[in-house]
């Protein structure tokens, strides 16, 4: 029965409960310049607005604003960003459509889906190297900008028969977009990365135009996708250069493109595999598998395996957002203050990066206690131009207040050098 006149049944604790999901994301403002605490400040009239235009069917997208944002290969990448509102709006929609999409998906697509990380993706990597030679690693350029909204609607109407969310999402995908200039731009293609409903849209039409075609013409191959991101283990260079060609005319297909300079066939080298091949490496997912010198347990013997850890450009960005902040230069900053600052990025990345081979973290580690010791010299007189002296200071702090900062209870504390 329907209590409020509305052609759409959605109820008000729905927006209630999408907005608690958006605010906990976080997120920047969108074409309207409201803030999260902006839009908090009338948060009743707010949401009742939301849930009074989206049960009546009046609910309209407003454009999304274009942020470039640099990618680690170079380059640049464009998000849209959603106004807070429409977030909420999107995430409503999301948490209807997630519970039947999500059952649909296949066990080795990993990509923003609840219960699956991208951890346990470079878990299952690890095995499936030790087992298989060859790796085929693929990437689908422009993926978010590409997806065609005919096949995409297709595709979502399989699975989604809420009429209400179908409408809003053919919406969104029509949504126009507002670039930096402010120029508005009008989009037939696509579905804007940084939109609440856009991963679970791009998973939905990659579970078809990838994932279960793998699964019907090549079911004895083990595949792992994150989002456009993904990997298929190979037991030959030819099959691997078979399917590599199958993959793009099935792509072309599909109106997407595999990214030519991401593409790549990859030998799995270790201490049993013999031969010579120019990429016996690939990166995924901020971790890099490459030959390395690990340590057998059983007898404590060094062997050659094949196996991830942090990648040389996951190290360069983490340095760099830890430079950005210009800790060397805050003197007004106490130790306590730099702390509150670096500890909830240092405690992500070691839990990441951690997992896997977590001496490869050392020269990030080390580089945050040079930050620390070039702060102190420049703060206290007493240390400027003593280094040896700051870093025996430091490393006697280190050694009796370990957990100040994070990393100083992972076995770096006394390099300040």
């Known amino acids: 029965m329907r209590t409020t006149g509305k052609p759409f049944d959605i109820e008000k604790m729905q927006v209630y409960e999408a907005y608690r999901a958006v605010k906990s994301k976080g997120g920047a403002a969108g074409v309207d310049g ?18 009074n235009r989206m049960s009546s069917g009046s609910y309209l997208p407003p454009p999304v604003r274009a942020v470039s944002i640099p990618k680690k290969t170079g380059g640049q990448r464009i998000l849209g960003v959603p106004t807070v509102a429409d977030r909420v709006a999107q995430m409503v929609v999301k948490q209807v459509i997630e519970p039947n999409l999500d059952p649909v998906f296949l066990a080795d697509s990993y990509g923003y889906r609840p219960g699956k990380s ?87 039409f990659l579970h078809y135009a990838f994932d279960l075609w793998m699964a019907r013409t090549h079911p004895d191959l083990l595949w792992c996708r994150y989002a456009d991101d993904g990997l298929v283990h190979c037991r ?104 509150r600052q670096i500890n909830p990025l240092l405690r992500g990345w070691i839990a990441y990066y951690g997992r896997y081979a977590p001496s490869a973290l050392a020269p990030l580690l080390r580089y945050v206690n040079v930050t620390l010791l070039t702060w102190l010299m420049r703060k206290f007189k007493r240390f400027t131009g003593h280094k040896i002296r700051a870093g025996r200071f430091l490393e006697r702090l280190a050694a009796g207040r370990p957990d100040l900062f994070v990393h100083w209870q992972f076995g770096m504390r006394g390099v300040f050098n």
């Open 34 to 51: 409201q803030t999260i605490e902006q839009f908090e400040a009338d948060l009743k009239s707010n949401l009742y607005k939301i849930w």
């Open 118 to 204: 991208a951890l346990d993706a470079i878990g299952v990597t690890r095995e499936r190297c030790w087992k298989y030679d060859w790796v085929l690693e693929f990437d689908i350029k422009g993926l978010f900008d590409n997806i065609d909204h005919t096949l995409l609607m297709r595709a979502v109407r399989k699975h989604v028969t809420c009429q209400w969310a179908l409408l809003y999402i053919e919406r969104w995908l029509k949504a126009p977009m507002v670039d930096e200039a402010g120029e508005k731009i009008e989009r037939s293609r696509g579905t804007p990365q940084g939109g609440v409903v856009s991963p679970i849209l791009s998973n939905t």
């Open 236 to 339: 030959s260079e030819q099959e691997a250069i078979a399917l590599k060609a199958e993959l793009h005319a099935r792509l072309t297909a599909c109106s997407l493109e595999l990214h030519p300079s991401k593409t790549k066939i990859v030998y799995c080298k270790d201490g049993k595999r013999r031969g010579t091949y120019p990429n016996v490496k690939f990166d995924f997912l901020g971790y890099c598998f490459r030959p390395r010198l690990v340590r057998r347990r059983r007898d404590n013997a060094l062997f050659c395996g094949f196996n991830p850890a942090v990648s040389v450009s996951a190290l360069k960005a983490m340095r760099s957002t830890i430079r950005d902040l210009n800790l060397r230069r805050q003197t007004q900053l106490s130790l306590a203050d730099i702390a």
